[in-house]
Nanobody
């Protein structure tokens, strides 16, 4: 079973950027769809972005045009490039593949 580990979170000012990574071990991600989710305090978990094994992507309306999901199969890693961040993007970000989840990485955007 694949194990996932997110990294790249941190504190950033509004308007800034971060790049999150989701590194897999124990199995190859190349044939799997990968999803980024986020969970903010007091809010429902939100599906942020999806990338399929064929590199098709989908985004939540709230992040379209600002976030980009990508994958580098040679690194067994999926990325989430986040630009023009605003305080509403503050959350714990998780990656998910086939029901396996990472522990998450905290993103905090200050105003």
């Amino acid at each position: 079973q694949v194990q996932l580990l997110e990294a790249g979170g941190g504190l950033v000012q509004a308007g800034g950027s971060l790049r999150l990574s989701c590194a897999a071990s124990g199995a190859r991600l190349s044939n799997a769809n990968v999803i980024w989710h986020r969970q903010a305090p007091g809010r429902q978990r939100e599906l942020v972005a999806t990338i399929t094994s064929e590199y098709n992507t989908n985004y939540a309306d709230s992040v379209k045009g600002r976030f980009t999901i990508s994958r580098v199969n040679a690194r067994n890693t999926v990325y989430l490039q986040m630009n023009s961040l605003n305080p509403e993007d503050t959350a714990i970000y998780f990656c998910d593949s086939g029901g396996s989840w990472g522990p998450g990485t905290q993103v905090t955007v200050s105003s």
